[in-house]
Nanobody
Framework: QVQLVESGGGLVQAGGSLRLSCKAS????????MGWFRQAPGNEREFVAS????????YYAESVKGRFTISGDNAKNTVFLQMNDLKPEDTAVYYC?????????????????WGQGTQVTVSS
């Protein structure tokens, strides 16, 4: 059974930073591409960032490009999302997920296992 556990969320002022972590059970992380999504109240879940299993290819949503960085640590089976220059519109529950091989990086349907989410709140 695959388990993904996010941590690192919290309350931060606009312009601040947070680093989210997602620890995966088993060999999930080193064998699969991973992604981060977010969902704000009343909104659909949206793509934030993705990293390939090799770690060499990374994708970002336009709204976070230049502010967020996705990375991974195979030894720790953990994927990170470094979030800088946070804005109130970044407020959401953030989820990490495992992507099935050969699927598109920004589609929710491409991901088969999800964490429980971690709340990020950015105050103005």
């Amino acid at each position: 059974q695959v388990q993904l556990v996010e941590s690192g969320g919290g309350l931060v002022q606009a312009g601040g930073s947070l680093r989210l972590s997602c620890k995966a059970s088993g060999r999930t992380f080193s064998s699969y591409s991973m992604g981060w999504f977010r969902q704000a109240p009343g909104n659909e879940r949206e793509f934030v960032a993705s990293i390939s299993l090799s770690g060499r290819t990374r994708y970002y949503a336009e709204s976070v490009k230049g502010r967020f960085t996705i990375s991974g640590d195979n030894a720790k089976n953990t994927v990170f999302l470094q979030m800088n220059d946070l804005k109130p519109e970044d407020t959401a529950v953030y989820y990490c997920a495992r992507r099935r091989s050969g699927t598109t990086y920004d589609s929710i349907q491409s991901y088969d296992y999800w964490g429980q989410g971690t709340q990020v709140t950015v105050s103005s």
